[in-house]
Protein backbone atom coordinates (compact mmCIF):
# COMPACT_ATOMS: atom_id res chain seq x y z
CA UNK A 1 0.00 0.00 0.00
CA UNK A 2 1.25 3.10 -0.79
CA UNK A 3 1.77 6.04 1.26
CA UNK A 4 3.05 9.30 1.29
CA UNK A 5 3.78 11.03 4.77
CA UNK A 6 4.67 15.10 4.90
CA UNK A 7 6.39 16.75 7.89
CA UNK A 8 8.19 20.40 8.50
CA UNK A 9 5.05 22.59 8.07
CA UNK A 10 4.34 24.94 11.69
CA UNK A 11 3.94 28.65 12.49
CA UNK A 12 6.54 30.81 10.89
CA UNK A 13 6.96 34.43 10.77
CA UNK A 14 6.68 36.88 7.49
CA UNK A 15 10.41 36.75 5.98
CA UNK A 16 11.20 33.00 7.36
CA UNK A 17 12.08 29.93 6.22
CA UNK A 18 10.41 26.17 6.38
CA UNK A 19 11.57 23.06 5.09
CA UNK A 20 8.92 20.23 4.37
CA UNK A 21 9.67 16.68 3.63
CA UNK A 22 7.75 13.84 2.21
CA UNK A 23 8.53 10.61 2.45
CA UNK A 24 7.03 8.00 -0.11
CA UNK A 25 6.92 4.27 0.39
CA UNK A 26 5.17 1.12 -0.61
CA UNK A 27 5.88 0.93 -4.25
CA UNK A 28 7.92 -1.67 -5.88
CA UNK A 29 9.22 0.64 -9.01
CA UNK A 30 9.55 3.50 -7.17
CA UNK A 31 7.98 7.11 -8.24
CA UNK A 32 7.95 8.91 -11.47
CA UNK A 33 6.99 12.78 -10.80
CA UNK A 34 6.67 14.35 -7.49
CA UNK A 35 5.11 17.73 -6.68
CA UNK A 36 3.82 19.71 -4.07
CA UNK A 37 0.46 21.26 -3.94
CA UNK A 38 -1.17 24.18 -1.85
CA UNK A 39 -4.70 24.86 -0.65
CA UNK A 40 -5.64 28.04 1.67
CA UNK A 41 -9.40 28.56 3.34
CA UNK A 42 -11.93 28.81 0.43
CA UNK A 43 -9.69 28.46 -2.41
CA UNK A 44 -8.76 25.49 -4.89
CA UNK A 45 -5.81 22.81 -4.84
CA UNK A 46 -3.26 24.35 -6.44
CA UNK A 47 0.09 22.79 -8.16
CA UNK A 48 3.03 24.99 -6.89
CA UNK A 49 6.12 23.03 -7.42
CA UNK A 50 6.84 19.56 -9.76
CA UNK A 51 9.85 17.63 -9.91
CA UNK A 52 10.65 14.56 -12.92
CA UNK A 53 12.11 11.60 -11.85
CA UNK A 54 15.22 12.93 -13.63
CA UNK A 55 15.19 15.85 -11.76
CA UNK A 56 13.52 18.54 -13.89
CA UNK A 57 11.45 21.43 -12.06
CA UNK A 58 8.60 23.62 -12.31
CA UNK A 59 7.24 26.46 -10.29
CA UNK A 60 4.01 27.87 -9.80
CA UNK A 61 4.81 31.97 -10.53
CA UNK A 62 3.86 32.97 -7.26
CA UNK A 63 6.43 30.61 -5.66
CA UNK A 64 9.50 30.87 -8.18
CA UNK A 65 12.71 32.47 -6.60
CA UNK A 66 11.27 31.55 -3.41
CA UNK A 67 10.78 28.00 -3.35
CA UNK A 68 13.12 25.07 -4.38
CA UNK A 69 11.54 21.63 -4.51
CA UNK A 70 14.04 18.66 -4.72
CA UNK A 71 14.27 14.93 -4.21
CA UNK A 72 16.33 12.02 -3.24
CA UNK A 73 15.32 8.70 -5.40
CA UNK A 74 17.31 6.78 -2.50
CA UNK A 75 14.61 7.51 -0.08
CA UNK A 76 11.52 8.38 -2.12
CA UNK A 77 12.04 11.60 -0.47
CA UNK A 78 10.67 15.03 -1.50
CA UNK A 79 11.70 18.40 -0.19
CA UNK A 80 10.45 22.03 -0.75
CA UNK A 81 12.62 24.15 1.06
CA UNK A 82 10.41 27.70 1.40
CA UNK A 83 12.14 31.17 1.94
CA UNK A 84 11.11 34.53 2.28
CA UNK A 85 7.39 33.20 3.29
CA UNK A 86 4.77 35.73 2.82
CA UNK A 87 1.53 35.82 4.87
CA UNK A 88 0.01 34.86 1.45
CA UNK A 89 1.96 31.35 1.85
CA UNK A 90 -0.37 30.35 4.63
CA UNK A 91 -1.82 27.05 3.57
CA UNK A 92 -2.24 23.21 3.88
CA UNK A 93 0.65 21.63 1.73
CA UNK A 94 0.16 18.55 0.09
CA UNK A 95 2.79 16.12 -1.41
CA UNK A 96 1.78 14.06 -4.83
CA UNK A 97 3.46 11.13 -6.17
CA UNK A 98 2.52 8.75 -9.32
CA UNK A 99 4.81 5.52 -9.74
CA UNK A 100 3.43 5.19 -13.43
CA UNK A 101 0.24 3.59 -12.93
CA UNK A 102 -1.64 5.70 -9.94
CA UNK A 103 -1.53 9.12 -8.37
CA UNK A 104 -1.04 9.07 -4.61
CA UNK A 105 -1.57 12.05 -2.00
CA UNK A 106 -0.34 12.76 1.70
CA UNK A 107 -2.37 13.59 4.26
CA UNK A 108 -1.17 17.71 4.53
CA UNK A 109 0.76 19.87 6.39
CA UNK A 110 -0.31 22.98 7.39
CA UNK A 111 1.68 25.90 7.13
CA UNK A 112 0.99 29.46 8.96
CA UNK A 113 2.87 32.64 8.00
CA UNK A 114 1.77 35.10 10.97
CA UNK A 115 3.37 37.68 12.95
Known amino acids: QVQLVESGGGLVQPGGSLRLSCVASGSRFGFNAMAWYRQAPGKQRDLIAH???????TYAHSVKGRFTISRDNAKNTVYLQMNSLKPEDTAVYYCNADDWTYDYWGQGTQVTVSS
Open 51 to 57: ITSSGST
